[in-house]
């Protein structure tokens, strides 16, 4: 128990399910047993976990077990159900696209008025309303996640599972699939713990063997850097993988070398065609990996271990000119600035994909705790846990429950959002105004890196955005103008490219009083 509590779940799970499918009096020791496994570990722990502990559970046996006759558990409509028409709502979850319809139930009056004597009258039908709300809440405003795992749990942990399989109620199955597709990572990492953390480990992972042979040529750009700009010991640093960004790599980093920056970048190659990329191009710097959204902070952390100041893109950026000067004269002016966030034009909301962190112990220490956050939270969105942790609007926990106080958090900024770090118009507050001449560097926002389903079928539904594009396509597969990839050629001075860049810009200048990131999802029962 010790060694592998999960692995100690995952043999009880199958010690139950074989003692119910030979009808064995041992399924009695082991059910609560499995029970209180499942109430003690979580939704949170379970959905990141590889071991298939939901998709045991989710088996035939419980088919062959007696149907269940506990109106209080089947909940059909008798005369003491009055707070819900829980038949239409268990009803829903029998037609293919249950979701929305079960969203509207689940968030609609009567539960909100009515929470605890819903909870009261049918137990089974409260806990598929709450997997429905820890659904939605893990993808769009987090806060409310554990509230309603809390919830869940609290009622699974005394209805017995027999009992929960015969009722009607499709919350084994719900369970699987709720942590399916709202998780966004495992409990995997590429830099062993003490690697991130400081301190002494007997073995090297992979990853940092990868980054001591590019630390020589890194320190000696970050040196040359810091010679011009007063101390700025800059390095650059992005993460690739998958079919639609691996094959840009190597113009990704073209490019970057064509303004400037090409020895001070440093790749997180996390599949095998990203690496082949990046080896392609000369003067690449590429770590291997596995794919996951945590790498957007592993490896910042590690290189400020190193004493860098690393500013981290992207990869569906294209970068007009070298950000170095920008950044180095927003620091001449903001001399205490720490943490510098590229951001929205016509909202004060963070974007996580172009940030520059200053290697001080005090952005250490934040970016730590906000990977620890991250890992210990497999359904969490980088962006919000960043803006949340910066206290910059978006929310995803209490005051209280979050690792950071007030007073121990960076310095940070904006980067200038309306001209110079400007974004695509995908979404209604982004955008840009002014010279074109003046951009360093354009997000995309290409919006399908996300590896949660949910977070997928949402950009689908939503053809992916307001006004989307796919820009990553247009800006990196140029392929009569090489040029671009090469030299630092002006991307707009391209028609195509630039009647693209036109359709973000905004008819009027950022405004000067913005609305800011906050609750998206009400905090109701």
Known sequence: MEECPLGMLMADILRMLACFD???????????????GLSHFGLRILMGTTWPIYQALHSDVWERLPGATNPKLTCEETDSMSILNWSYFKRLFDQEDW????VDVAYGPELAQQWRSAALECPLGFAAANLIKAMLCSHTESICFRAHEQMMGAVLEEIPLPDVAASGWPIIRLLGHVSRVVRRHGFDLDFLPGELLKYPEAEVSRSMQDLHVALPPLRRAADATAARWKGLRLVYASMAHGPRFSPYVSRFMGRAAAVGIGSSLLLFCLDDEALQECQSVPSGHCVRGRPSILNKFTLPLVLLHEHFDVFWLDLDVFLFQSPTPFVARTLQREPTAELLVSGAFAADCICSGVVLFRATEQVSLWLKNLLIWMYEHPYEHDQKAF????????????????PLQPSQLPNWLFL???TRFVSARHVDVAGWYGDPDEIVAFHMLHGDSDTADASRQWAQRNAMGSGYVPLLDLFFNQT????????PLRPHRLDVLRDAL??????????????RCNETVPMSY
């Not at 009569?480 to 030299?487: A, G, I, V």
């Open 480 to 487: 009569t103008f090489p040029e671009l990839y090469t030299t």
């Open 416 to 418: 200038d959002p309306e």
């Open 22 to 36: 030979r009808q064995d009096a041992c399924s009695a020791k082991f059910e609560p047993v499995v029970r209180e």
């Open 387 to 402: 803006s949340a942790l910066l206290r910059s609007g978006e929310r995803v926990a209490f005051e209280q429950e979050l």
């Open 99 to 102: 979701y929305q319809p079960a």
């Open 502 to 515: 036109e359709r973000s810009r905004w008819p009027h200048p950022r405004p000067s009083v913005r609305p």
